[in-house]
């Protein structure tokens, strides 16, 4: 059954998508936040790991790359999870997961158990949260589809900047195992208020023994367009992790005070939040097909910002916000956009899918840029590299998107 079959019958009510898609969106929201906020409050739990255990940055610091690899090669099973059971018992599961990781981690008597239950239960926890709950999403929306995206993922953004502090100040009141006793009970109350929430829309249900309309993950797979969207996000994943690492150690080495080149981090944050809000809305008007595309080529031409900087903060701030911005819309669209080309039935197993392609860009892109940077004491041609990739991701972009054509659809086989 073609796509634009599913997309015809449900812009019947395009004036009147259903009520409870928005909360949805927000439960979703809450949910993100809550596991990104976990994610990222890591660096507040940093130093007091380190002195406590007299561990050495490299050991601390696999804790956080062990979460990170599960939640994304694992996203991919969640979604799965979430087609076959739906989203509110698997991100539930999730939440438990991480309130349990970060229970056990208060108990740790060594940074090996720390990385085991820190690690592992964050790491599945929000693998088994992310993509089921953002996949719950596109499926309840048609006219606004990009628009509701982009406030859930929002989350994301909104658990960063907040979570961090309330780690910091839960550190400084209760010592860091308290803190994580804490933390893992908020998880627990409001994660799971949120995932609780979360349910199927109504195309996404089989109905009369039939499967909902759109592709198999099988099927999805084996189409050009995500081949070219897989590529797409392993390209473009050092351009959007490597500034996460990097951009302030480069304000640093320009004479910069620490507080400023640490609010670069923070800026890149804004701008994230603000292009999920935005240009999820701007791109249901402009086509998100088409705003995907500019939105990779704003990301590469960001770094040229960073190129010209020469130590020059006003330079690297724009450099920053320019990669938020581009970053946070990215995120924002493509779970639309995967709900375009392939459907509902399995949206949330080819988000998570695709989102394995971004593993390599958050694990090696900041590692390689690290290594480039020491053998030639400049981030010049740590530029010149995420430059390239972005465009060759420009271009992966555009031959994934192609076949979406007004009046034209990815067409799945005669079994769905």
Do not use: K
Request: aromatic share 10%; net charge positive.
């Amino acid at each position: 059954m073609p796509v634009s079959a599913f997309s015809s019958a449900a812009s019947a009510s395009i004036d009147d998508e259903p009520r409870y898609g928005w909360v949805v969106v927000w439960a979703t929201f809450t949910a993100l936040a809550v596991i990104f906020g976990v994610a990222y409050s890591f660096a507040a739990f940093f130093e007091s790991f380190a002195v406590e255990f007299n561990a050495p940055r490299a050991q601390v610091s696999l804790v956080f790359g062990l979460s990170g690899l599960l939640y994304f090669v694992l996203g991919a099973f969640g979604g799965m999870l979430a087609d076959r059971f739906g989203p509110a018992r698997v991100t539930s599961a999730g939440m438990v997961c991480i309130a349990l990781g970060l229970l056990g981690a208060s108990f740790a008597g060594s940074m090996a158990q720390v990385t085991w239950a820190y690690g592992l239960g964050v790491g599945i926890g929000i693998a088994l949260v992310y993509t089921p709950a953002i996949g719950s999403v596109p499926p309840w929306f048609v006219r606004r589809r990009g628009f509701a995206s982009g406030i859930a993922s929002a989350g994301i953004g909104a658990g960063t900047l907040v979570m961090p502090l309330v780690a910091a100040w839960a550190i400084q009141s209760l010592h860091w195992r308290g803190a994580l006793r804490v933390i893992a009970l908020g998880v627990l109350l409001a994660g799971l208020a949120a995932t609780l929430r979360l349910r199927r829309a109504p195309v996404a249900r089989a109905t009369g023994g039939l499967p909902p309309a759109g592709m198999t993950l099988r099927e999805a797979i084996r189409t050009p367009a995500f081949a070219w969207m897989y590529l797409c996000c392993v390209l473009a994943g050092p351009s959007q992790f490597i500034p996460f690492a990097h951009v302030s150690a480069a304000a640093r080495d320009a004479g910069i005070a620490e507080a400023q080149a640490v609010g670069l981090v923070g800026l890149i944050g804004i701008g994230s939040l603000t292009g999920r809000f935005t240009i999820g809305a701007l791109a249901d008007r402009l086509g998100r097909a088409r705003s995907l595309i500019l939105l990779q080529l704003a990301l590469g031409a960001s770094f040229v910002l960073w190129a010209l900087a020469d130590g020059r903060y006003p330079m690297l701030a724009a450099f920053a916000v320019g990669v938020g911005l581009s970053y946070g819309g990215i995120v924002a669209l493509l779970p639309a956009l995967m709900m375009d080309l392939f459907g509902a039935r399995a949206v949330a197993s080819i988000i998570g899918t695709l989102y394995t392609g971004a593993a390599f860009g958050n694990l090696a892109g900041p590692w390689i840029a690290g290594r480039v940077f020491d053998a030639t004491g400049s981030y010049m041609p740590v530029i010149v590299m995420c430059l390239v990739l972005s465009a060759a991701a420009t271009v992966a972009n555009w031959l994934a998107v192609r076949p979406v054509r007004p009046g034209t659809a990815i067409r799945s086989s005669p079994s769905s």
